[in-house]
């Protein structure tokens, strides 16, 4: 049965949300908003920095358990903002505001779902809920620094904007720094060695090198040439050196250090990864969630994006209300009635794989 007042209260609390700024690393507003909705409701949580995290009334050690993530840290407004990024205006059935659509509508509706579920006994999974934070810049101070506080996880639900179908895989991330090495010399003169003409190599090969496996749900992983700089400002003179940077979207056919292995055997420069965290990630078809979520009409999908769900060390899928379409954009917004969808849709699938 519809709870309208569950519904109501995730809107205003949404509201509440929009309202106040929470950047990464600067969410120590919405936190307290989370935190103190959840004392409102009798529900006992637990804070470690700007994250905040719950579990289930009854939760029973012996039982496995479903995580429920959602972040509420902001990326910066879009400078094409034609509204105030911060005023929670609902018109026409949109709710504007900054976080709105990412991942704001999400995380309310997981919220809803953890309170309908808070105090049932007898479910056959726990369920914890996590409004985590600086998941826009893939922060060392968000879910990762809460995991070993957390109960073992089994399964996890992350909140992002999917229009409610299923990702059942994800791209992983892995930024490259690479730096060429010549010699310098005066440019008007047969001297020195080009940094920037060796790196030009190693970039053609980026742009044209295909990892032959391709994942059915993700494609092919793809490389990206993004930012490229010498060290010498004058004209005149031959660079020693270029640096430039690779955008990496890894795929589940390749772990990370297969896809670096194959870079560093194949490129002249010297190739330094900044991070081996954001991993790709998938799910079985065949899992109870991603059956369930089938027999209602969800659509599998690979999706391009990263979140939070790199960083979870278990299974899990992504899908949630919102389109990510409209994620960082200008006046982004959520439709209410998506946030009833996704209120709606995490309930049914909870409700079945815990029946």
Known sequence: MWDQRR???????????????????????????IAQFLSDRGV?????????????????????????????????PNPQYTRDPFSPD??????????????GGCLV???????????????????????????????VNGIESILKDLPPIDFAIVGEP???????AEKGLMVLDCTSHGKAGHAAREEGENALYKAMNDI????????????PTLGPVKMSVTVIQTSNKAHNVVPADCSFVVDVRATDKYTLEEILDTVKQNVQC???????????????LDHPFVQAGLSIGKKPYGSPTTSDQALIPATSIKIG??????????????????IQQGIDTYIRLLTMVNA
């Open 162 to 168: 999917t229009l409610t179908d299923m990702a059942v």
């Open 270 to 284: 010297d190739v330094k990864p900044r991070s081996m965290r954001m991993r790709p990630s998938s799910i079985p």
């Open 109 to 139: 509706s997981l919220i809803a779902a953890f309170c309908h579920f808070y105090e049932a006994e007898n479910l056959r999974y726990n369920i914890v809920l996590a409004a985590t934070a600086e998941e826009e810049i893939s922060g």
């Open 7 to 33: 519904y109501d209260d995730a809107v205003q609390l949404l509201q509440q949300l929009i309202s106040i700024p929470s950047l990464s690393r600067e969410e120590e507003g919405t936190a307290a908003a």
């Open 321 to 338: 209300p919102g389109d990510s379409a409209r994620s960082h954009t200008a006046d982004e917004f959520i439709y209410l009635e998506e």
């Open 204 to 215: 053609a090969w980026f742009r044209d090198y295909r990892f032959p496996e391709v994942s």
């Open 90 to 103: 609902v018109v026409d059935g949109k709710l504007y505001g900054l976080g709105s659509n990412d991942a």
């Open 44 to 76: 006992s949580w637990q804070q470690h920095l700007n994250n905040v995290w719950a579990r289930n009334k009854h939760f029973d050690p012996a039982k496995p358990t479903i995580l429920l993530n959602s972040h509420h840290d902001t990326v910066k």
